[in-house]
């Protein structure tokens, strides 16, 4: 444990030194730049996808499965609303009633 | 005032922003058994919100170390893009203001510094009001962790009460804001995808490929959505 913290500790120090302590005469590469935009949408759908589609690791789309309207419900709210903490408590007030309702 | 303080207030609307996210931080991850040495290490150490929500899936998950650092590099890469922007008001700065400046940088922070000095570079005030924008986002998380932490460990079994949705919902609301640029919607789809069916890979892998195959995927489709707006505006003038 200690090992991963400190592993992340030195990864994120030395990006954000990168060019302010190190970076005279370094360049950003244009592709990288664009690259990095699309980080963290992917990121975060890699994590989601297999949540809400797979809870218990089989695909399962029934309505037995909560995590899907749960997540559509965030999904939907903050899409149309785009406040990201109405959007999380709406998720999971349809998340916490699809389970206490639904078998 | 100040400029200190000054860089304190203007980044105030951050700090509310960023507090309901340390508190679910804290309270997720004494949710998912994470030491509370850690987790409150994470917040003072790493200090970089996304990474640490995706350490916690990631330690909770069993993955290992070097999944959870080439991770992080992906994840927290960004701010290289702000350390290199930021560099040429950090020039003139003293070097160890430099290395303290650059352990504070995050994405709210730069927002908030890079407009000042863009529009009113003074250098030393300069220096203050991004030192005051830094430590009020910093002072912020740990108090905001420490909160999560605390309603963690007083509510009894917060696992069984499906708090791993919690995050599951905020990083769907995350994701869903950004979906209306067609690229990143590309992006979305094909990591999406990937990690469905790499979902049983070792080590948590599934995540790292499906990241790469999302960032390549939205780079090639703005690419192409670029070139496509190119041509029809060739022919509309031809």
Known sequence: MWLILAGMVG????????????????????????????VPASVLTALVVPIALAPQGGIDLSWHNPYLPGTVTAMVVAWWSRQTLAAILCGFAVYGLWRWLVP | MRPFFAGARDTFPMLVGAAPFGVIFGTLAIGAGLPVWLTLGLSAFVFAGSSQFVAVSLISGGAAAPVIWLTTLVVNLRHALYSATLLPYARPLPERWRWALAFWLTDETFAVVENQLRHHNHGRDGAHYWMGSSLAMYGNWQLWTVVGVWVGQSVPGLATLGLDFAMVATFAAIVALQLRERPVLCAALAAGTVALLARDLPYKLGLMLATMTGVSTGWVAEAWHNRGKASSEGQGSA
């Open chain 1, 11 to 38: 990864v994120t120090y030395g990006i954000r030194l990168s060019f302010l302590v190190f970076g005279h005469g370094i360049t950003f590469p244009h592709w990288l730049e664009r690259a990095l935009r699309y």
